[in-house]
């Protein structure tokens, strides 16, 4: 004992004495830090933190040469594209980079992918937390769980050696078959631009450059560099753009990306009607726009649109721009108010004020908080006689099946893509398996149950298996990636057979979807339980056997529709591009890069749930649709209406939790907008997230914006609200709506 105590004491003073030494050292380096901060100031009057960040851009504009100010608004390359470049070495392994200027005190951009975690790639093999797919955190509806995705992924870029992020997808779900709708947040702009600005404030906040993308209009990936959108300003002020407008407002990102299609006649990377008109005179955007990966097709046309930045390369915005400005077809003005841009956001984002400092990833924080926004993600669509929670202690025998349910879950691919740890890069393409096995998880579960796995390779022995089971879960997947569209939305290799074979032999079936966006569901009347895990993330095996054995009470709703069939949706058939056109844009006579086809957006304002509302088309399951554990009642609606153009409505109602656990519940604001609006019948306007215990009752605020009862005046050019009646809508999803009320808005 003695021993013991003099050895613990022994080991305490050294730990003591290396501690005082760390302090000291700390101390001094702080205090060199400091010193070093105060040369740099005399050194450089714009690393005065306390300027703001127009005033330190604008000092260090003036003391730049032409090549310097050309070296900020393009690329060096990325690894796999291109030529390799001499400088490549610079590079830290992400899809690319913009040079400082190491005289002026400006530290380099280093750009990840970083859309659902920071995107691993051959080049540097790091390791990343996988969170679950973007829109399967929309279907949380949870603002504070967007910071938190947020601020991980900002800290893990850091970690990593990055100050950028090319994460921040937003583009509206019109074509849930596009391949890219894991990326995004679901198909209501509101929705979509809260939680995305959410995000990026908080990634931002991290000290890295924020990023919003795809803007505009890029739906599709089937002939993406080639399609031309065609749609009305007031349409595309309504959806696409909203959203992008509501993410810059609640996020202030420092950079915007452009998309690669073209919309009405010009591509979005040379469109002045979105990169100026829209973005800075109308929303007063101050950051940068870069192009997406290849999405410049000029020098002059791009430049005067309000392009800043060329990636990867310098195709347009390298020599060819120099020249441009010496030979005076592009003003030094212009020119200069890109480079402006591009410091402005440097200063903004923090990325100057705090170099990057490599460190190690926590990797079990990380994992934690993969668990967590996957359990709150997770959509609990049917849940016949209650099938569900599963009773741990009570179940006898398991059966879980489906393809990779022993090992893994699927996620989403191309610039996205986050590899699992340990494992070599998958490339751009592959179907990528996270290592969190649904057989390890459920088996974790039901100690005492027999728990058998079958891959449903062979549907009559999966359907044997599940026949002598008490249960049987089966595990499915639909993979989806940038790059390429879904064909339709059936679910693929067979798997809605072996899900019919398999329910046919045991009615206490569950299918748990693995999937990036709406799926079909042909035996839907023949299972007891559904439930849409998406693509989950690190740690998404855990956080769906927390659902299905009610360790979580599922709270998340659907952000976006799941129609019947791809008959009901505005384009059964998706527009393609015509046979030979390879992928990319045309050339037009005088030398402008031309798109090759259109899509006409017909649909107009009828972007996802406001399309069936309109056309009266049944889904499958509506926007806002989620059950839960428990069960919520809805009373005492009073709605006060907001005075004048600027006033806020406010709606107040009570929930109550008539169920008998606790459980949480987004309860959803409609309007229905006067009928000389012309509007489809509803749109979301807010909603609020409520805790409740079992029995308990909450009174709950939700506050309208004017504008998200507004519509878009094309004449005007301006948001305005139509005098008139408007009904106010409140409930559990966008087709169960029981407390109504209607105003009438004074303006
Ligand atoms: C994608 C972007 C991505 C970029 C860099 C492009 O193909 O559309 O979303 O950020 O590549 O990887």
């Not at 613990?8 to 030494?21: D, M, N, P, T, Y």
């Not at 490599?358 to 849940?383: M, P, Y």
């Not at 595990?475 to 074979?501: C, H, K, M, R």
Request: with cysteine; glycine share 10%.
């Amino acid at each position: 004992m003695k021993t013991t105590i003099s050895l613990r004491s022994v080991r305490g003073s050294f730990f003591l004495i290396l501690g005082l030494a760390a302090a000291a050292f700390a101390a001094h380096a702080q205090h060199r830090l400091h010193n070093q901060g105060d040369d740099q100031k005399q050194q450089h009057p714009w690393m005065d933190s306390t300027l703001s960040p127009d005033q330190r851009a604008e000092m260090v504009l003036k003391e730049m040469t032409l090549d310097e100010k050309i070296a900020l608004v393009h690329g060096n390359g990325m690894p796999g594209w291109g030529k390799p470049r001499e400088n490549a070495y610079m590079g830290n392994g992400g899809a690319g980079f913009v040079l400082g200027i190491p005289r002026l005190g400006i530290p380099m951009i280093q750009m990840s992918d970083a859309a659902y975690g920071v995107r691993s790639s051959a080049e540097n093999g790091r390791y990343s937390t996988a969170l679950p797919s973007n829109v399967a955190s929309a279907a949380s509806w949870d603002t504070e769980a967007a910071c938190e995705y947020g601020a991980l992924i900002g800290r893990e870029l850091r970690a990593q050696g990055y100050n950028m992020t090319l994460g921040g997808g937003v583009n509206v779900t019109r074509e849930p078959r596009n391949g890219r709708t894991f990326e995004y947040m679901g198909e209501d702009p509101v929705l979509a631009g809260t939680l995305v600005g959410n995000r990026i404030r908080c990634e931002q906040a991290q000290n890295v450059i924020g990023d919003i993308k795809h803007y505009a209009a890029n739906d599709q990936e089937t002939g993406r560099n080639e399609v031309d959108v065609l749609v009305d300003k007031r349409s595309l002020r309504e959806s696409d753009l909203l959203a992008f407008e509501i993410g810059i407002e609640v996020g202030n990102p420092a950079a915007v990306m452009c998309s690669y299609n073209a919309i009405n006649g010009d591509f979005a990377c040379e469109n002045k009607y979105l990169l100026t008109d829209v973005l800075r005179d109308s929303w007063g955007f101050k950051g940068f726009v870069l192009s997406d990966w290849g999405g410049t097709h000029s020098t002059i046309k791009a430049s005067a649109a309000g392009l800043d930045n060329e990636e990867p390369e310098d195709l347009y915005f390298g020599a060819n721009l120099k020249d441009a400005v010496q030979s005076g077809k592009v003003p030094m003005s212009e020119l200069d108010e890109h480079v402006r841009h591009i410091l402005r956001s440097e200063f903004l984002s923090g990325i100057v004020d705090h170099p990057i400092k490599k460190s190690v990833v926590d990797i079990e924080g990380g994992f934690e908080t993969a668990r967590k926004i996957a359990e709150q993600s997770t959509v609990l669509l049917k849940n016949a006689d209650s099938l569900l929670p599963l009773d741990g202690a009570k179940v006898r025998s398991i059966a879980v099946i489906g393809p990779h349910a022993d090992t893994g879950m699927i996620s989403g691919g191309g610039s996205a893509q986050v590899d699992p740890p340990g494992r070599p890069s998958a490339g751009w393409q592959a179907h990528v398996w996270y290592p969190s096995s649904p057989l390890k998880a459920v088996s974790a579960k039901a100690p005492g149950a027999t728990v058998q796995f079958d891959s449903g390779e062979n549907p009559a022995s999966a359907a044997a298996l599940a026949k002598k089971s008490d249960v049987a879960i089966v595990f499915v997947y639909q993979w989806t990636s940038e790059g390429a569209d879904l064909p339709n939305l059936s679910l693929p290799d067979a798997q809605d057979a072996l899900i019919a074979q398999v329910a046919a032999a045991n009615p206490h079936t569950i299918v748990v979807l693995e999937t990036g966006t709406a799926v079909t569901m042909p035996w839907i009347d023949k299972v007891g339980g559904v439930v849409e895990a998406w693509y989950a993330g690190s740690k998404g095996a855990d956080a769906v056997a927390n659902v299905l054995f009610g360790d979580v009470n599922p709270g998340a709703k659907l952000p976006m529709t799941f129609p019947r069939a791809e008959a009901d949706l505005p384009h059964p058939h998706m527009v393609v591009p015509p046979p030979g056109t390879h992928g990319r844009a045309a050339v037009a006579s005088n030398g402008d890069a031309k798109p090759t086809f259109s899509v006409r957006y017909d649909e107009g304002l009828k972007v996802g749930y406001k399309w069936y509302d309109a056309e009266n088309k049944p889904v499958l399951f509506p926007f806002g649709f989620g059950l839960s554990y428990t069960t919520f009642s809805y009373s005492a609606l009073a709605v006060k209406p907001g005075a004048g153009s600027k006033g806020e409505t406010t709606v107040s109602f009570t929930v109550k939790n008539t169920g008998s656990r606790a459980g949480s519940e987004i309860a959803e604001v409609y309007a229905a907008l006067p009928a000389s609006a012309g509007e489809p019948p509803k749109r979301l306007v807010g909603w609020a997230k409520v805790q409740l215990n079992a029995g308990e009752s909450k009174q709950v605020q939700v506050t309208v914006k004017p504008k998200y009862l507004s519509i878009f005046d094309e004449a005007r050019n301006a948001w305005k609200l139509e005098p008139g009646s408007y009904r106010i809508m409140v409930g559990g999803s966008s087709q169960d709506l029981p407390l109504n009320q209607t105003i009438s808005l004074s303006l």
